[in-house]
């Protein structure tokens, strides 16, 4: 008897619920991309998602993330999704595509750095506190502007959009954060900072991706909705 999590079930269900959300907001599906987060996910579980067609993998740290990249042979893209140490960006680099969390510019300097270095630039997304919880991470709504600015001067960092953590309240209770960064986003892709581009609005979890969605989100981070709960320690 299998007791795992019904993967497949799982990622049709989230694709289905995507492409409504999608459709209510008068978006094509096709241009929102799903994140598998697998934050304590086992290899083999990763790889039956891989072959159900997910091609993005995102993970919250970088220890967990060296050894599932070097288990897993398939080609996927590999997101960090949670907060970054400046001390652990020389491996971050050689494992993810995409960083969603740069939120300081003692980071940014680091990245840069080390990218410049490695002869290739770091691509970041700026982490954004739009609900100002003292438990999250990001750039405060009214300061965003200017850290884009500053971090515009690294030659070595592609900053490529915005993210954010809703709160965990009812989805609907969500729609004013996601709403606020889209309006930050729309400011900063017309600011034309060099080196800055808004490609990515990265919103949206399991409990509220479908609000993201209907807010503007074209990149969502979802962990439960495809692999079930994780085990309590």
Partial sequence: M????DIRANLDSVRLRVDRAARRSGRDP???????VTKTVPVHLIEEAIRLGVTDIGENRVQEARAKFGAIQETVRWHMVGRLQSNKV????????????LDRLSLASELDRIAGASGRPARVLVQVNV???????????????AFLKEV???????????????????????????????????????????????????????NDFEVAVEEGSNMIRLGTAIFGPRPVP
């Fill in 2 to 5: 299998n007791d795992g999590p």
């Fill in 90 to 101: 020389g491996h971050a680099l050689k494992i993810f595509e995409l960083i969603h969390s």
């Fill in 131 to 145: 609900s100002g919880e003292a438990t999250k991470s990001g750039v405060s709504p009214g300061e965003t502007l």
């Fill in 30 to 36: 096709s241009e929102i991309t799903l994140v598998a």
């Fill in 152 to 206: 515009s001067a690294f030659e070595h960092l592609s900053v490529e959009g915005l993210m954010t953590i809703a709160p965990l309240v009812p989805a609907e209770d969500t729609r004013s954060c996601f709403r606020a960064l889209r309006r930050i986003f729309e400011e900063a892709a017309s600011a034309g900072f060099p080196r800055v581009r808004m490609s990515y609005l990265s919103m949206g979890m399991t």
